[in-house]
């Protein structure tokens, strides 16, 4: 906390004040960063791209070279590191982690109806072992030992080969072109 405090050139009795203890500001780091996840996530509204585009263009977001998707990933996996040791974060890493595999498994379950993930495939369990792969992928880029390009190549692959090939051609590879 005095570290924090310093760093914000603050008192470590502000600190306190907004965030009680170091429990408390864990928790509401993690509420800034899973919020601030879901705007940076958000599939383009722009083009419907159907749900299975929507997952890849989702998962594919959280790789990137940008200052909030380095700052939430870094923040993500001293959380979760910290989770091992401190069990009071562990709920709150556990609920938002349940939610983002139930996202995933949503538009898995929607590409599913749509034909263009393979009917039997397990949505729950392809959803948790990529959004699992995505979050190694990540602490692996981040710490030097894989590039950018490579990550992003192995989750494309991840995808392809969790999801099956599209039953029906994915409604924007046929938009306009």
Known sequence: MEELAAEAEVSTALIYYHFGDRAGL?????????????????????????????????????????????ENSIAWGELRATAVFESELREQIRDSTYE????????????????????????????ERLTTLVEGLSERWLSGSLSLERARALLRGALAAELGPPERPDPAATAGG
């Open 26 to 70: 864990m928790r509401r780091t993690l509420e800034f960063i899973s919020g601030r996840a879901e705007r940076y996530t958000e599939p383009s509204a722009s083009v419907d791209r159907g749900p299975r585009a929507a997952l890849e263009q989702m998962l594919l977001l959280e790789l990137q070279e940008v200052p909030a998707v380095v």
């Open 100 to 127: 983002w595999n139930a996202y995933a498994a949503e538009l898995i379950g929607r590409a599913q109806e749509a034909g263009t993930v393979d009917g039997e495939v397990s949505a729950a369990d392809a959803a």
